[in-house]
């Protein structure tokens, strides 16, 4: 192989396809192609599920039963149209599946309409951006560096819809948009939508207040529930559209424990009408069906289980935060008590930033992954690490475990430890 696959991707990046390519070699007989695929498959279990601590808060480990239902034949049959009007015949189980992740994504997040056809949270973001903007229309979202995502920023979705985006004015020591700001703001920028959630969630946005601004100045109000599906599904942290969301989007596969996908729910069946008219037939033809059973699964389970799962994520969260303060961490929000939710946030700017941290721990066994915080330097890189307890909550890890992690995280960061010696020490943690 001696052109390059993507010469226009950043030197970090080409190095590690180049690597990678160069492992691979020129054999791609179908024996090397399986035997290669099999080897990072079973790699990628082992090092973060059996070996690691996976922290990544956009992640999750499913539970039995929701891996159980990812099928490969489901998921290899392409499914276009309505239940009852496809255009393929033969397709009355998907029917079923359909009308059950409804169903129950609906029930689980307390909403009348779910539309869970769309594959990402980045295309539920598009999609709602198409339904209820113009091109050339703006909206409002989160600044970056209080964790409004990509998919809200021109770089993302409001981009490809042609949108223009402003940023909210954030109040940085409310850790939320600047309520006092807000109706001369809207008066001004006179947005389509308002965008609030983002993926760093500490703390509850104040809905009920920002939608009264919002009605004001007749925008419509859309929650990325992204990161806090799964505590939003256990009616715990906050509830965006009993607070006066018109519209949630989420990712299913973060805290909620789902298959990787989006969904958008509402109980405004005109912006419902409009949203599904731009996942299909906008969005979607034929689309991956795989996702379904496992995307009801998971909402079942989080019906029945009452919000026990979010309170143990939230009660790990919170003592593993006072864990890392301890250790002589410099945990964000220390005179909140660190958090409401599942996330923590640690500055790393002592280290170089959250990503060279998060690298440092990576060669530890522990993952996570860096963001931005508010009042850091924006010319300087993302300060902080951002942690999620809702894998290591599923996996069983513990408080005595976590408060080891934080000890270890602390070894490497603060007191120059060796991250193979970690490694080791976080491998026998997790039984392996
Ligand atoms: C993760 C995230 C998304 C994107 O979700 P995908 O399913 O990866 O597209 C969107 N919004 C927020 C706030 C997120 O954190």
Redesign the pocket.
């Known amino acids: 192989m001696t052109q390059p696959l993507v010469p226009w991707a950043p030197p970090a990046a080409r190095a590690r396809i180049d690597e990678v390519a160069a492992e691979l070699g020129d054999d791609l007989s179908v024996a090397h192609v399986a035997k290669v695929a099999r080897a990072a498959i079973d790699g990628h279990e082992r090092r973060l599920g059996a070996e690691g601590i996976n922290l990544y808060a ?1 992640t999750n480990s499913p539970s039995p039963l929701v891996r159980s239902l990812f099928d490969a034949g489901v998921a290899s049959r392409p499914s276009m149209g309505w239940p009852g009007a496809k255009a393929q015949t033969g397709l009355d189980d998907i029917d079923v599946l359909e009308v059950l992740a409804a169903r129950t994504v609906g029930a689980v997040m307390g909403a009348v309409h779910a539309e869970i056809r769309i594959q ?6 598009l999609a709602v951006f198409t339904a209820l903007a113009e091109p050339g229309d703006t909206i409002a979202v989160l600044p970056e560096a209080a ?6 920023h021109a770089t993302g979705s409001p981009g490809i819809r042609g949108l223009r985006v402003v940023d909210l004015p954030y109040d940085v020591a409310a850790r939320d948009v600047d309520l006092a700001a807000l109706p001369a703001f809207l008066a001004e920028h006179r947005p389509t939508v308002v965008v609030i ?3 760093l969630m500490l703390f509850p946005h104040r809905v009920e207040a920002v939608r009264e601004a919002v009605d004001r100045a007749g925008a419509v109000l859309v929650f ?1 529930a ?2 806090i599906a799964g505590l939003v599904a256990g009616r715990r942290f906050q509830r965006p559209l009993k607070q006066g969301a018109h519209v949630m ?1 989420f ?4 805290s909620f424990g789902g298959p ?3 969904a958008i729910v509402t109980d405004d069946a005109a912006l419902a009408e409009r949203i599904s008219d731009a996942v299909y037939p906008g969005m979607t033809a034929n689309y991956d069906p795989g996702r379904l059973a496992p995307l009801a699964a998971a909402a079942a389970e989080a019906i029945e289980d009452d919000g026990a799962y979010p309170d143990a994520c939230i009660a790990a969260a919170r003592s593993f935060a006072a864990d890392l303060a301890a250790a002589g961490l410099d945990v964000v929000a220390a005179d909140r008590g660190f958090t409401e939710s599942h996330h923590v946030a640690v500055d790393a700017s002592a280290f170089g930033g959250g990503a060279a941290a998060a690298v440092r721990l990576a060669e530890a066994g522990i993952y996570l992954s860096a963001i931005a915080l508010p009042d850091q330097d924006p010319a300087a890189p993302e300060a902080a690490l951002r942690i999620g307890t809702q894998e290591v909550t599923r996996r069983g890890v513990g408080t005595a475990g976590l408060r080891q992690v934080a000890r270890w995280c602390a070894d490497v960061l603060l007191h120059g430890a060796d991250p193979a010696t970690v490694k080791a020490k976080v491998r026998e943690l997790r039984g392996a």
């Open positions: 956009g990402s949270a980045t295309f539920a973001n964790g409004g995502h990509n998919s809200h959630g983002a993926s990325d992204s990161h989007t990712s299913t596969y973060k990787p996908g989006g």
